[in-house]
């Protein structure tokens, strides 16, 4: 068995990432995409989890939850990839977490989809943050994940509609995009930004610095992951 070569500290941030096998997509409509959110929040709990209690019941977000494993300060999902800002809670396992996620996950996947066997690309990924700077470079990448669905060379060319791409990212409901910039909603509870530097404490400071990032491409060359 590989050993995971970054250990997770307290106090310290990092950006975690996994994909589909082969790129393959691992969310093809609403459903999945809201599954997942979902599982962010009630996986982030030491208590055994119940999928089918909770949706009988309740549904994810009025789940009440003991003990969070990690704080979430971003996150952002793709067709065949996600991407998420985390920081470890005291004693919390991040490795736990992700099991959790992507075993519930996969669970609901394979029984829709009716297949068997593994959906991810192996062991999630991760990288430390180790700079104020890249940390708060983070909040920004992972927002602006979801452009390049409808403009898949913007980070080589830049974009002419700035407008359009900003609208877009207003419409796209599965990343927390608009917890920072518009508006408070249900998913909200995923997030807990007090654990993180409080970079935007009005949502115009978080608007310009996602503005100004599309405004400099080239600055986003060499950076991404």
Not at 44 to 61: H, V, Y
Not at 121 to 133: I, N, R
Not at 151 to 168: F, R, T
Request: aromatic fraction near 16%; proline fraction near 4%.
């Amino acid at each position: 068995m590989s050993v995971r070569k970054i250990s997770f500290a307290v106090g310290e941030y990092y950006h975690v990432y996994n994909r589909g096998n082969s790129k393959q997509e691992i969310f093809h409509d609403r459903q999945d995409y809201e599954r997942f959110v979902g599982l962010l929040y009630v996986c982030n709990d030491n208590q055994k989890l119940r999928i089918k209690s909770i949706l009988g019941e309740k549904g994810f977000f009025e789940t009440e939850k003991e003990k969070p494993i990690i704080s979430i300060g971003a996150y952002c999902l793709m067709p065949n990839h996600f991407h998420l800002l985390i920081t470890p809670s005291e004693d919390g396992d991040v490795s736990l977490f992700m099991q959790k996620v992507s075993t519930a996950y996969v669970m609901y996947y394979n029984k829709k989809y009716s297949r068997t066997g593994s959906l991810f690309e192996g062991k999630f990924k991760s990288k430390h943050a180790s700079s104020d700077e890249y940390l708060k470079y983070l909040f920004s990448y992972i927002h602006l994940n979801p452009v390049g669905l409808i403009d898949p060379h913007w980070k080589k060319i830049g974009i002419q509609d700035k407008n359009k791409a900003l609208e877009y990212l207003s419409l796209y409901h599965y990343s927390s995009y608009l917890d920072y910039s518009l508006s408070e909603r249900k998913e909200g509870k995923i997030l807990n930004r007090s654990a993180f530097p409080d970079y935007f404490p009005e949502k115009s400071l978080f608007n310009k610095e996602i503005f100004d990032w599309i405004s400099y491409v080239p600055t986003l060359q060499g950076l991404a992951l």
